[in-house]
């Protein structure tokens, strides 16, 4: 089993920055691709950004050149930096990995979630 702990998430005035982290842990071989979900309340969850394991990176169009995407493959954490942060980027979000584990099996994880508030 592959455990996905998110922190970092916070209130923040609008204007501000946060950085939201991801820590893996258990019974990992490699971590292919990573990606930072988030669900606002009354709307379907979205894809923020992802990350391959090569550090090649996509965002979603409203958080280009506000948010930053990252990892540490030797600590198996992601993080993403959100500055400028507004009042709509206000949503629980999510970590995401696909695992290969040591047996190499491949599964999909998720995170508990974090909450970002962004006020006014």
């Known amino acids: 089993q592959v455990q996905l702990v998110e922190s970092g998430g916070g209130l923040v005035q609008a204007g501000g920055s946060l950085r939201l982290s991801c820590a893996a842990s258990?019974?990992?071989?490699?971590?292919?691709?990573m990606g930072w979900f988030r669900q606002a309340p009354g709307k379907q969850r979205e894809l923020v950004a992802s990350?391959?394991?090569?550090?090649?990176?996509t965002y979603t169009d409203s958080v280009k050149g506000r948010f930053t995407i990252s990892r540490d493959n030797a600590k198996n954490t992601m993080y993403l930096q959100m500055n400028s942060l507004k009042p709509e980027d206000t949503a629980v979000y999510y970590c995401?990995?696909?695992?290969?584990?040591?047996?190499?099996?491949?599964?999909?994880?998720w995170g508990q979630g974090t909450q970002v508030t962004v006020s006014s």
């Open positions: 990350i391959t394991s090569g550090s090649s990176t």
């Open positions: 995401n990995a696909d695992v290969t584990n040591v047996a190499r099996a491949r599964t999909n994880y």
């Open positions: 258990g019974n990992i071989f490699s971590i292919n691709a």
